[in-house]
């Protein structure tokens, strides 16, 4: 990740920032009263502009496949009923911590990142979920139960890791890896519009029946916060790390995670996982 386009990245999260008022004004006027609730929905889709996503020498750019997912998204649970915010709508980069305060801006929100995987070894494929809070964990069960049950692909689970967009957001947060881009046959996929489209209405069926399912999951397989372990912290903080601030306490909270946590089945998603953003 190149570090001399830290003005860029301030200049570009300014930008955003002005947007994101006649954005939200927008949705605000757009919102039906009921059917979604008043939940509101803040879709994060991974990377973008200078941030493509994926390993290096990877074809398939992974920042447009998470745009059109979440424009897809966007437009489902519109028709649901939902309040709808997106981190991003082109193809810019946003800072995590800009997508994270977009988050936190909203009180009565969930968050969802979507993302594709990426690893060094093409075999490597399926779904995966990540949560980190608690309280994250029925959104997460339930999206997971959608997408990976709605996809030709294996089952990766449902993980708890740190990343930074949902560690640090303050509301229910989960990242879903919607297969991997390096896979063959998910690539080829993906780079189809009905399979990204049925991506889309998973997920969106996943906020939907995020209390029904996760309670219906919870008396068959007994998943809770704890029953699934915290996986290796990775700093995506390193991005944004020019001034120095954060590295620090995020050292420290890394050691001590690391007591509680342990590897997890499938490590071949690691490579692709230092280049995610969160
Ligand atoms: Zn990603």
Do not use: W
């Not at 003005?7 to 006027?29: M, V």
């Not at 919102?31 to 889709?45: R, Y």
């Not at 372990?229 to 620090?248: F, H």
Request: net charge positive; proline share 4%; glycine share 8%.
């Amino acid at each position: 990740m190149p570090t001399n386009l830290y003005g860029f990245r301030l200049f570009a999260s300014s930008l955003l920032i002005a947007f994101l008022g006649t954005l939200s004004t927008a949705h605000a006027k757009r919102a039906p009263k009921d059917s979604g609730s008043s939940t509101t929905v803040v879709i994060d889709a991974g990377h973008g502009g200078y941030d493509r996503g994926g390993i290096p020498g990877q074809s398939v750019s992974e920042k447009e496949m998470t745009l059109d997912v979440a424009q897809r998204l966007k437009k489902t649970l519109a028709a649901s009923g939902y309040r709808v915010v997106m981190t991003r709508d082109s193809d810019v980069f946003i800072p995590l911590g800009t997508r994270v305060a977009i988050a936190n801006s909203y009180s009565n929100a969930i968050f969802v990142s979507i993302h594709f995987n990426s690893a060094k070894r093409s075999g490597a494929g399926g779904i995966e979920t990540y949560f980190y809070s608690r309280e994250s964990l029925p959104l997460a069960s339930a999206v997971h139960y959608f997408v990976a049950g709605g996809a030709p692909s294996s089952n990766r689970n449902v993980r708890r890791r740190g990343y930074y967009v949902l560690r640090k957001t303050a509301i229910p947060a989960v990242l879903v890896e919607c297969g991997f881009l390096t896979n063959p046959s998910e690539a080829a996929l993906a780079q189809t519009a009905s399979y990204r489209q049925k991506l889309a209405e998973e997920i969106a069926a996943g906020v939907r029946g995020r209390s029904s399912v996760a309670s219906a999951l919870t008396t068959t397989r007994v998943a809770t916060s704890e029953s699934i372990p915290l996986q290796p912290y990775i700093d995506q903080t390193k991005v944004a790390k020019s001034k120095g601030r954060r590295s620090k306490r995020s050292h420290k909270k890394s050691t001590r995670r690391k007591k509680s946590s342990s590897k997890p089945a499938g490590s071949e998603a690691k490579a692709g996982s230092k280049d995610r953003e969160g």
